[in-house]
């Protein structure tokens, strides 16, 4: 199995503009979890979803974050507009259930100027 | 609300040396357990998990880790740590009434020749 898959692996923008990120889970698996990483916060769970669904958005830090998951293999995180404080690593995982062992995807080391 | 203490921020030690990172948890119900190395520039893996049974795991690369529960504690450990061991190591708690993970600071650790 390919592992988790996200694009892009890094991004660069300027404030202001709309950030897309991508992930594509372990096939089979049926949770998604997105986290972001800094230095000051360490590990933070955004937004994580079952079957689909989102569950709980209680991490997204405010509105100009969302995060959809159209099917099983595909969702995106969008940040719009971005600022300097998004300027972060954002990890997607993945797991067979909302309990089981999370894999982890290469993460989007984004920049906003 | 639940929590996870990662008390070494910052391990250094020459190869061949005995590792022990600390890692205590709040949450007093069943929980799942982890632990992820994160190595220098790359994501989470999974180094080794606990969900029930013999509560001495082991893992990857030599690691292992000794659930404690009346010492709320899940500390990792490894006999003798090589430079490639050099990374950051993450404890992660699940409480089962709960579908979160709940990761701890993370703990960098540095092995020199």
């Known amino acids: 199995d390919a592992g988790v898959i996200q694009s892009p692996r890094h991004e660069v923008t300027e404030m202001g503009q709309e950030v897309t990120l991508r992930c594509k889970p372990i096939?089979?698996?049926?949770?998604l979890f997105w986290y972001r990483q800094t230095m000051m916060r360490g590990l933070e769970l955004l937004i994580y979803f079952n079957n689909n669904v989102p569950i709980d958005d209680s991490g997204m830090p405010e509105d100009r974050f969302s995060a959809k998951m159209p099917n099983a293999s595909f969702s995106t995180l969008k940040i719009q507009p971005s600022e300097p404080r998004d300027s972060a690593v954002y990890f997607c995982?993945?797991?067979?259930?909302?309990?089981?062992?999370?894999?982890f995807g290469p993460g989007t080391r984004l920049l906003v100027l | 609300a639940q929590s996870v203490s990662q008390h070494n921020h910052h391990v250094i030690l020459s190869e061949a040396a005995s590792l022990e990172l600390g890692c205590n948890y709040s949450?007093?119900?069943?929980?799942?357990l982890f632990w992820y190395v994160q190595y220098p520039g790359q994501h989470l893996q999974l180094l080794l998990k606990y969900f029930s049974g013999d509560p001495l795991v082991k893992g990857i690369k030599g690691f292992e880790a000794e659930f404690i529960k009346s010492k709320f504690s899940f500390n990792l450990r490894k006999p003798s740590v090589q430079w490639s061991d050099t990374a950051e190591y993450f404890c992660?708690?699940?409480?089962?009434?709960?579908?979160?993970?709940?990761f701890g600071t993370g703990t960098r650790l540095q092995v020199f020749p």
């Open positions: 949450y007093g119900g069943t929980v799942n």
């Open positions: 096939s089979g698996h049926n949770s």
């Open positions: 995982a993945s797991s067979l259930g909302r309990r089981e062992t999370q894999y």
């Open positions: 992660a708690v699940n409480a089962l009434n709960t579908d979160k993970l709940i």
